[in-house]
Every structure is written in C-alpha cells, then in structure tokens.
Nanobody, 122 residues
Framework: QVQLVESGGGLVQAGGSLRLSCEAS????????MGWFRQAPGKEREFVGH????????VYVDSVKGRFTISRDNAKNMVYLQMNSLKPEDTAVYYC???????????????WGQGTQVTVSS
C-alpha cells in the first residue's frame, strides 16, 4: 500500500501562484510515476501531468505547459506541483496519485490522495 497526502491548496487571484505538495509513504518502491490530476465541478477528473519516480522526466497536458512544473524529492518522498500564472479555469480539486506505470490514464493509478482545493478568482 501507498499512502498519499496533499497540501498547499487555497484561494489565489488570477495570475498568482500556488505550490501543492504530496507526501508519499508506505511501499514507495512500487511507484513508477507520480501524477497530478484535477477535477472541476461537474467535470471528469483530468490528467495534469506526471513525473517518473526514478528520474526527473515529466509530462504535462497542453493546457498547463509552461505554467505548471512538477518536481520531486525522493529523499523526502515528496512530489510538488508549482502552479504559476493561474487562471480561473484552473479552479478544481487537485489530486496526486501513484502508478506502477508511466501513464496519462487515471485508471492506471492505483493510489490517490484525498485532494486539495485550488480556487482562482478573476
């Protein structure tokens, strides 16, 4: 089992920044990639990006490229999502998730955090 706990959400004005954190514990050796997803009210949960646990290789969805950056600190079992130039359409509950594969598909992620709310005001 892997346990994931997110933190760092909040309310920010458009154009502002937030950094989300995700702490992993348990069988972290089974993780190949750590992903970030988000779910806005009335919408499907969507992939934001992921980072491979053993490297700094990252992948992002087009809508956040150049604004969001995923990083990790393996010594602390932490993954971060730095969000800059935030837009109202970024408003959602953000989830970190762990997968044994490198994937964009949420059904490939076995473990999920509880989610943290990000609200961007216009």
């Amino acid at each position: 089992q892997v346990q994931l706990v997110e933190s760092g959400g909040g309310l920010v004005q458009a154009g502002g920044s937030l950094r989300l954190s995700c702490e992993a514990s348990g069988r972290t050796f089974s993780i190949y990639a750590m992903g970030w997803f988000r779910q806005a009210p009335g919408k499907e949960r969507e992939f934001v990006g992921h980072i491979r646990w053993s490297s700094r290789s990252t992948v992002y969805v087009d809508s956040v490229k150049g604004r969001f950056t995923i990083s990790r600190d393996n010594a602390k079992n932490m993954v971060y999502l730095q969000m800059n130039s935030l837009k109202p359409e970024d408003t959602a509950v953000y989830y970190c998730a762990a997968s044994p594969a490198s994937s964009w598909a949420k059904n490939e992620y076995d473990y999920w955090g509880q989610g943290t709310q990000v609200t961007v005001s216009s």
